[in-house]
């Protein structure tokens, strides 16, 4: 339906999956207030920074507001919504948690570990993927969709939207063309399909009357699949020839093949045909306009590239 997305909206797509709220930053930030305290190189003294918020917590001199506390929680449950701090256990639970990541925190950056290689190097790019978020934020910020694009879209590709047509038909295969030309006259003068089929059809369907249930397309011929597709439930087919003999079907009932309505909900989804298109057009802007972007970078930038050592 949509234009295959390539490496680079993959990628989009995945970066906003963390946009609003601050999820990313809310998700991963180690400290747990608004304020920290800090250590005068001259004195070694702690010089507390202003609290900005309701204190609900102090871990050390370091402190946790109320309202931080309430951002990562929505944070949290934005990015996992099978997880619930919705009652007071729950939240002390959570808190306490976070006091115990701080108190890790803390006794890491005593021991210097922040110093370490693998640390600084981890954080640097932690620091480079939330700035290269935050560009494309700023970069796809007020792209929209317009109703005149979506429309459009609908009406040329409408039939992608259909939902898979289900057949249930009846066959008589006999192994000459007179013989299927003899039984077609006696259906069209009103004759009995399966009972036809019970006397007349050489497959093994025929004692069955010819059922065939709900066909597989899969299991089927081209022809028979391209005959069957053009019967609406009650017709007979004129004869073709398929691997066995000459074949006569009828479609005794027809599900699904409908196209929907731009209002209609999607199987299995709370979204309609028209959110899920403004959706995917939506994505195909952001990935064009960070395209743009980094086709501009590159042609500005001076890359030198030594590709024997990728061997």
Not at 102 to 110: F, G, N, P, V
Not at 173 to 193: C, M, P, R, T, Y
Request: glycine share 6%.
């Amino acid at each position: 339906m949509l234009r295959k997305p390539g490496v680079l909206l993959l990628v989009l797509v995945m970066v906003l999956a963390f946009v609003g709220c601050d999820q990313l930053k809310g998700a991963f930030q180690t400290s747990l207030g608004s304020t920290k305290t800090a250590a005068t190189a001259e004195t070694g003294q702690q010089t507390a920074q202003p609290v900005y918020g309701t204190v609900l917590a102090k871990v050390n001199g370091d402190t946790i507001t109320l309202e931080s506390f309430d951002e990562k929680v929505k944070n949290l449950q934005a990015l996992s919504p099978e997880i619930k701090i919705n009652t007071p256990e729950a939240k002390k639970s959570y808190l306490n948690d976070l006091i115990t990541q701080e108190l890790i925190y803390q006794d890491a950056k005593s021991r210097g570990i922040e110093k370490q290689k693998d640390v600084k190097d981890a954080v640097e790019e932690f620091r480079k993927g939330v700035m290269a978020r935050q560009l494309i934020m700023d970069e796809t910020k007020g792209i929209t969709v317009e109703p005149s694009e979506i429309e459009a879209f609908y009406n040329q590709y409408k039939q992608a939207f259909a939902s898979a047509r289900q057949v249930h038909a009846r066959e008589i295969v006999v192994s000459s063309e007179q013989a299927a030309k003899d039984i077609l006259i006696q259906l069209l003068q009103g004759g009995d399909f399966a009972a036809i089929a019970k006397e007349r059809s050489i497959d093994a369907s025929a004692s069955k009357g010819g059922d065939l249930g709900t066909v597989n397309s899969a299991e089927q011929f081209d022809k028979f699949n391209e005959v069957t597709a053009t019967l609406d439930a009650g017709q007979v087919s004129p004869i073709f020839k398929g691997p066995k003999g000459y074949y006569i079907v009828k479609v005794e009932e027809v599900k699904g093949g409908q196209i929907p309505q731009l209002t209609d909900t999607l199987p299995d989804s709370n979204m309609t045909v028209y959110d899920q298109i403004k959706n995917g057009l939506l994505q195909q802007k952001q990935a064009q306009r960070i395209q743009d972007l980094t086709d501009r970078l590159r042609r500005e930038a001076k890359i030198e590239i030594k590709e024997e050592l990728l061997r």
